[in-house]
């Protein structure tokens, strides 16, 4: 299966991650990070992004090592950073949990 068959089936909401630059796909996996259904309710708004030797990975948690290895093997690699992020909020939260997020973000000011 590739990292793509676990995205959203919405194409509007595809199509608008897709197209974001990478502080705007940063901006928006920070306020789904905020949701306690997809960090968890202790760590509500960690979002963590790890390079390793082979690429990046993402997560809506920080990482319980060791205790977490054998999990941060199975989660998928990406050649950047961007690719990564965008797997992460694409793949994880449901459509309306993505909504409200791109709904925050219009009504957040700019960050200077």
Known sequence: MKPEDRWIDNPRLRSQVLAMD????LSLAEELATFPELSGPIQKGHL?????????KAIF?????????SLV????EFSTAAEAIRHLVLAVPTEQQL????????F???KK
């Not at 990478?22 to 796909?25: A, K, M, P, Q, Y």
């Open 108 to 110: 957040k000011k700019p």
């Open 73 to 76: 093997g199975l989660w998928p």
């Open 48 to 56: 963590t992004l790890m390079r390793f030797t082979r690429g990046w």
């Open 61 to 69: 948690r920080t990482p319980d090592f060791p205790g977490d290895r």
């Open 99 to 106: 909504e409200a997020a791109l709904e925050a973000l219009r």
């Open 22 to 25: 990478t502080d705007t796909l």
